[in-house]
């Protein structure tokens, strides 16, 4: 079982599908549970080129981004590129 690793916000990068995709409602429910809960359940990223790439979770990425956090727990997951 994958365990989740602490990463900094600016060392992921987000592809180019995802962008675009950001519902600020949704962005805005997920920002106040991460509040009262904290972050449930890890994103996850695969490695990259010298950075971590998104696979999942990008909502909760961004929330974090709005909540001024500087880190986010990721599962470092073994995915192939689209």
């Known amino acids: 079982m994958l365990k989740?690793?602490?990463i900094a916000l600016e060392e992921i990068y987000v592809p180019t599908k995802?962008?675009?995709?950001?519902?600020p409602a949704k962005l805005e429910t997920i920002a106040?549970?991460?509040i009262e809960n904290g972050l449930q359940s890890?994103?996850?990223?695969?490695?990259g080129k010298g950075r971590y790439?998104?696979?999942?979770?990008?909502?909760?990425?961004?929330?974090?981004?709005?909540?001024g956090e500087e880190t986010i727990e990721a599962l470092i997951v073994?995915?192939?590129?689209?």
């Open 18 to 23: 995802f962008r675009g995709t950001l519902d």
């Open 42 to 47: 890890p994103i996850q990223v695969r490695q």
């Open 4 to 6: 989740p690793t602490e």
């Open 53 to 67: 790439v998104l696979v999942t979770g990008f909502h909760r990425l961004e929330a974090m981004r709005a909540l």
């Open 32 to 34: 106040e549970s991460i």
């Open 78 to 82: 073994q995915a192939r590129r689209y």
